[in-house]
């Protein structure tokens, strides 16, 4: 079983920053982060796998960027000119095993997840 703490969420003003981490207790294929807003159902938002490639929601729009460490089997999300509707709880979600052909967006694809990082951005 795979262990995942995430940290880095918090308040931030609009067009301001934050970089999230997520570690995760053993190696992963895959390591991604969903966003669950108040009233929303839980949405992908960026996927990186061990050999760094990355897949990402369309409202990232080139904001945020995903990547990991496999030394330290941790991922980050780094997330720049935040807005408002990106207020939301952020897991982070890992895959322990490869596939020929990954969907990110899915999270039933997901075997593991973290306890959720509250991210607020006011205006």
């Known amino acids: 079983q795979v262990q995942l703490v995430e940290s880095g969420g918090g308040l931030v003003q609009a067009g301001g920053s934050l970089r999230l981490s997520c570690a995760a207790s053993g190696r992963t294929f895959a390591m991604g982060w969903f966003r669950q807003a108040p009233g929303k159902e839980r949405d992908f938002v960026a996927t990186?796998?061990?050999?760094?490639?990355?897949d990402y929601a369309d409202f990232v729009k080139g904001r945020f960027t995903i990547s990991r460490d496999n030394a330290k089997n941790t991922v980050y999300l780094q997330m720049n000119s935040l807005k408002p509707e990106d207020t939301a709880v952020y897991y982070c979600?890992?895959?322990?095993?490869?596939?020929?052909?990954?969907?990110?967006?899915?999270?039933?694809?997901?075997?593991?997840w973290g306890q959720g990082t509250q991210v607020t951005v006011s205006s």
């Open positions: 990186i796998r061990s050999s760094g490639s990355t």
């Open positions: 979600a890992a895959r322990q095993t490869g596939s020929t052909w990954f969907l990110p967006k899915f999270r039933p694809n997901y075997d593991f």
